[in-house]
């Protein structure tokens, strides 16, 4: 027996509704089938960062941006992600976003650390990962500052050098003052200065020279490293070179200083100071060094924004080269 | 003959993808000096040598005598070390053959007279009738605060062949020759007038 035309028009109704339902079900709800947790991290900068876009965790796409929601009160953003319920987070896990680049969107990564809660600071910072102070929308993941540019790190760096070397030099005085007093009092804990002043020096001559290779062109990694080809452009222009290179004259006479007050220093003979004397001549060999790198740098930095403010490409492009003919024009 | 041109089109572009690159010739120097009657005093200090432009590249760089105002860059041609680096070692070395005391940038010990050398030129200058590798430096002796001699040294030296060694070869010499000149001239307290 058929149902009435009415009762047909009911069902069909009900079952149309009922599709609508389901579809808009599947395409509004965010994970319709609870296969995934929501997890919230706080970052500075979300480089891009927009809802749908992907999360990884080692290479493997784990989810997805839900929303991205700016906090008025501190200035950063809440990033609530949708992940795979498979995925636990270690003692020591954070969020970092991998920039974008010409060839590849802005994604998230999520990073777990397979070290104990009591080591996270370090083993996160040993990461390169600053965390963003989470606000009180209960962010449940750390989130990572977005890294310095090669650029900023440069500047960063060049400014860094001067301050050392006002430190070293006021660390000379000081030791030298000492051993002209009474030449015992004071001079262990001159040791921990000049050590502490020799490790934040061996960290920057480090940095230098990673900057002074990457920013060498034709070999250096802003060459080849599609990643800073956006941000190459447009931050080179915003570099004050000139800035930067009286920093570094400033920088240049303060190592010149701090090399006569060494000198000075180390030619009094004081025996009680034998420590003390092995790492200041450490010391000074390291800044005239960092000195060095850091003016090749600067210089790479000068000649960098000349060229790419000619032509962007170059960053991508690198240079033509060719070896010279042989001597005579013998093979 | 629409799928043959596509394909040569893919067989080409196949063989520019995968043709390798070139294969870089990284080039050492080690000069050496003829040991002499080294003299306790005075005692000398080398600073790091700085270099003037190109010269202080790890990349080889030459000027073609036709176009002496344009550095060139070779493309698979490397120098292993920074050449004012090698200069710094070719300083010390060299110094250390006439006087007992000598140390070098890694090691800025207080001494009687410190050796501050920039590097001006460190090129091959290629001719149609033979290239040459060619350096030249400045160099000044600084003792207590104050330039006491100041001078400018330079050599050259024909490059045998397009060979890696052979141009490595030249360019030690080079250097050993600058730089026996300047120690030559230390010893004896007289500055000889440059010849470049």
């Known amino acids: ?331 | 003959m629409k799928p043959c041109a596509l394909m040569v089109l893919a067989v080409l572009s196949a063989c520019a993808a995968l043709k390798g690159g070139d294969t870089p010739v990284t080039m050492r120097l080690s000069p050496a000096f003829a040991p002499g009657q080294p003299v306790a005093s005075p005692s000398f200090t080398v600073a790091p040598v700085q270099a003037r432009g190109l010269s202080g590249g790890l990349r080889y760089g030459y000027v073609d005598a036709a176009a002496p105002g344009e550095i060139r860059q070779a493309a698979t041609y490397f120098w292993e070390e920074p050449p004012a680096d090698s200069l710094a070692r070719a300083l010390v070395a060299g110094l250390r053959t006439r006087f007992a005391t000598v140390t070098g940038p890694s090691l800025p010990l207080a001494a009687d007279r410190r050796v501050v050398a920039t590097l001006d030129r460190f090129e091959e200058v290629s001719a149609p009738t033979g290239a040459q590798a060619v350096i030249a430096f400045d160099v000044t002796q600084v003792a207590q605060g104050k330039a006491i001699w100041a001078g400018r040294y330079c050599a050259t030296r024909p490059i045998a062949s397009a060979a890696g060694t052979a141009r490595a070869a030249a360019f030690q010499d080079v250097i050993e020759q600058a730089v026996a000149a300047f120690v030559q001239d230390v010893a004896i307290g007289a500055v000889t007038a440059a010849s470049c």
């Not at chain 1, 493997?60 to 995925?87: C, K, Y």
């Not at chain 1, 060049?158 to 660390?171: L, P, S, Y």
């Not at chain 1, 000075?264 to 060095?292: D, F, N, P, Q």
């Open chain 1, 1 to 331: 027996m058929t149902p009435d035309s009415a009762t047909q028009i009911r069902w069909g109704l009900a079952a149309a509704l009922l599709a609508v339902a389901v579809v808009a079900i599947l395409a509004l709800v965010p994970d319709p089938f609870f296969r995934q947790q929501a997890i919230a991290t706080t970052l500075d900068d979300v480089e891009g960062v927009s809802p749908g876009v992907q999360v990884y965790f080692r290479g493997a796409p784990v989810g997805a941006v839900r929303s991205v929601d700016l906090n008025r009160r501190n200035r950063t953003f809440a990033v609530e992600m949708g992940i795979d319920r498979n995925w636990q987070p270690s003692a020591c896990s954070f969020a970092t976003v991998a920039s974008a680049n010409p060839l590849t969107a802005p994604r998230i990564e999520l990073v777990a650390l397979e070290t104990a809660a009591a080591q996270c600071v370090a083993a996160r910072r040993a990461y390169g990962c600053d965390p963003v102070p989470a606000g009180r929308d209960g962010a449940m993941l750390t989130g990572c500052r977005r890294p310095a540019d090669l650029f900023e790190t440069a500047a960063l760096a060049i400014g860094e050098a001067a301050n050392v070397a006002r430190t070293a030099n006021a660390m000379a005085q000081t030791l030298s003052g000492l051993l002209q007093g009474d030449g015992t009092g004071g001079a262990g804990d001159m040791v921990q200065v000049a050590r502490n002043a020799t490790q934040t020096l061996a960290a920057l001559n480090n940095l230098s020279t990673r900057l002074d290779h990457s920013f060498t062109p034709g070999r250096g990694d802003i060459a080849v490293t599609l990643s800073h080809v956006r941000q190459a452009t447009g931050r080179a222009s915003e570099i004050d070179v000139a800035a930067l290179n009286g920093i570094l004259r400033e920088t240049r006479a303060l190592v010149a200083q701090n090399q006569a007050s060494i000198a000075g220093i180390l030619a009094e003979g004081k025996s009680s100071a034998g420590e003390v004397r092995t790492i200041l001549e450490g010391a000074s060999a390291s800044l005239v060094a960092t000195s060095a790198n850091l003016e090749r740098t600067s210089s790479s930095l000068g000649a960098l924004s000349e060229r790419l403010a000619g032509d962007p490409t170059f960053a991508i492009r690198g240079q033509r080269y060719a070896d010279p003919p042989p001597p005579g024009g013998q093979k």
